[in-house]
């Protein structure tokens, strides 16, 4: 008798409208009323592969600019979770209303785009989706680009918006060592975790926040694609992880932790939070304890 893929979590129910593929999203484009692409690229790190800066991006892709616009430039941390009302400008500035249909990708496949995703529905936007593969899967199948960005129409009033509910914060993350209330999991690689490699930033030590458990984010990956549910719940099972725990991730600078998130969505769990400024915001603390 064929066994069910996951006896011991009854309760695991993969979500299936997070991601889109590169030929459904072609065939969208060329509808009446397309949806809004949105280019979350980020610069070329040293996390990540090298993505040509080549200037090709989709067809009517609006520049998603997560460096300078929708991070808190006034913050420590890079990266930071920007105010609601400056969130809201910076939407309405793009013509984002809240019920828009929005396909957010980046240049490497799978990296930064995540970070976009969660922005976005954690601030109440009700249809956004993710292009599996990005840009090079885009390229792959050798579909329409354009060179450069689209200009926006910005909207006359910005939209509504809500607070993140989903941020913890230092504090929160220090409270949760001593008396538990979620599972933090860090996204960095496996030797960054224990600080045998070396910070991109040489100025900070490696290590890990006391109690997290490491799942590198590459690991939910393949070839720029994210794996299937049920591989992606069973790296969780793993670290010992239900969809029925409250998860919180963290990485460097809250960018490959929102990787991890949009993964655990896919695996059915529900109960998540993202620990923004993550290990730098840590450290900068003084938290930290080599």
């Not at 030929?23 to 993505?51: C, G, Q, Y």
């Not at 929005?102 to 799978?110: C, E």
């Not at 070839?223 to 790296?235: P, V």
Request: aromatic letters at 10%.
């Amino acid at each position: 008798m064929r066994m069910p893929p996951f006896p011991d979590y009854p309760e695991f129910h993969p979500m299936s409208d997070i991601l889109i593929s590169t030929l459904d999203l072609d065939e969208r484009l060329k509808r009446v009323n397309p949806p809004r692409v949105l280019d979350a690229s980020l610069p070329n790190s040293p996390i990540a592969s090298f993505a040509p800066e080549d200037g090709r991006t989709l067809p009517g892709a609006l520049e998603f600019d997560i460096e300078r616009v929708f991070s808190d430039q006034s913050a420590p941390f890079p990266h930071t979770l920007p105010a609601l009302d400056a969130l809201q400008q910076a939407c309405g500035q793009l013509g984002l209303s809240i019920d828009d249909e929005i396909v957010v990708f980046d240049n490497r496949g799978v990296f930064s785009a995540p970070r976009a995703y969660w922005l976005l529905t954690q601030a109440g936007f009700t249809n956004v989706r993710l292009l599996d593969g990005g840009l090079p899967g885009w390229l792959a199948q050798s579909l329409p680009v354009q060179q450069g960005y689209s200009e926006p129409t910005p909207l006359a009033t910005p939209p509504v918006l809500k607070a993140n509910p989903s941020v913890v914060s230092v504090d929160d993350v220090q409270a949760n060592i001593a008396n538990p209330r979620f599972t933090l999991v860090d996204a960095r690689s496996a030797g960054r975790f224990s600080g045998q490699a070396p910070e991109p930033r040489p100025e900070f030590p490696g290590g890990h926040v006391p109690g997290a458990c490491n799942l590198p984010f590459g690991d939910v990956l393949e070839n720029g694609y994210f794996k299937s549910a049920e591989e992606i719940a069973r790296l969780l099972r793993d670290r010992g992880l239900s969809p029925a725990d409250h998860v919180a991730f963290s990485c460097g600078s809250g960018i490959t932790a929102c990787i991890l998130w949009v993964a655990a969505e896919l695996a059915g769990f529900e109960h998540l939070s993202l620990f923004d400024g993550s290990w730098t915001a840590w450290v900068m603390s003084g938290r930290y304890q080599g």
